[in-house]
């Protein structure tokens, strides 16, 4: 009875699942500049790096399988890499060593995380996991102090110009040097003229009449008296033949 029990013992420690003795940790991812923590649990396979691909949405691990065969359990966060097709969840493609396709099964799946059981052959190097979408991975946001700023005001330079004072030049009034007609100039001055008309002349200040000026005077004076008692004297002769020839012309009517 005793050898039946450990018997059954043994058979179901043989016959456990390989995962059950699964050791778990974390990998290190770099996605464009950021760093993301990669949850997985191995039994018999040995994670040595991981990389991305963004250009075909993978994952890239370098593994070392000692088991046979050798279970790796993945969780991936969705908002790091998911799989999905017109909003519906769609299956990771998985592929070892660049070409077998491994036998996996999706076994936990949540609104955030996705767990892949991966089953490695012996001698498998390389494991690459294909999604659909690369996303950014939530992260606790960095708290940060907002140090007061230490305002220093420094007092202002004055300078003071000195003012400028342009002095304008006096201006210089130049003696005229020509007056308009009938002045002349004395001492910088345009004063009148002193002439006179024709036939005077300037004494003490006024235009007086000369000799010969006088001496015409007088002549044209004297013809013009004659002139007027001719013309007088040959009008009263006119008068006196046309009285005469009228009454003649009255006594031969009579």
């Known amino acids: 009875m005793i050898q039946k029990i450990m018997l059954s013992m043994i058979a179901l420690v043989i ?37 991305s691909d963004l250009e075909f949405i993978s994952l890239l691990f370098q593994v070392k399988v000692t088991g046979s065969p050798g279970i790796l359990e993945i969780t991936l966060d969705r908002n790091f890499l998911d799989a999905t097709f017109e909003g519906v969840d769609d299956e990771f493609f998985i592929i070892t060593d660049g070409f077998d396709e491994p036998t996996f099964e999706e076994v936990e799946t949540t609104s955030e995380l996705r767990t892949l059981r991966i089953v490695l052959a012996p001698g498998t190097e390389d494991l690459e996991i294909f999604g659909t979408v690369f996303g950014e991975p939530e992260s606790a946001p960095e708290e940060v102090t907002e140090e007061p700023e230490t305002v220093v005001e420094e007092p202002e330079e004055v300078t003071e110009e000195p003012e400028t004072v342009v002095e304008e030049p006096e201006e210089v009034t ?81």
């Open 15 to 51: 016959l456990s699942p390989a995962y059950a003795f699964a050791a778990p940790g974390t990998i290190a991812v770099d996605l464009d500049g950021i760093s993301v923590d990669v949850s997985y649990d191995a039994d018999g396979v040995e994670v040595l790096s991981v990389q």
């Open 174 to 254: 130049e003696p005229k040097t020509q007056c308009g007609p009938g002045t002349v100039l004395k001492n910088g001055v345009c004063v009148l003229e002193d002439k006179c008309g024709p036939g005077t002349v300037l004494q003490d200040g006024v235009c007086v009449l000369t000799a010969s000026s006088s001496t015409s005077g007088s002549i044209v004076s004297r013809d013009f008296i004659v002139g007027a008692g001719a013309a007088l004297g040959i009008a009263l002769l006119l008068i006196i033949i046309f009285a005469a020839i009228g009454r003649a012309n009255r006594e031969k009517q009579s």
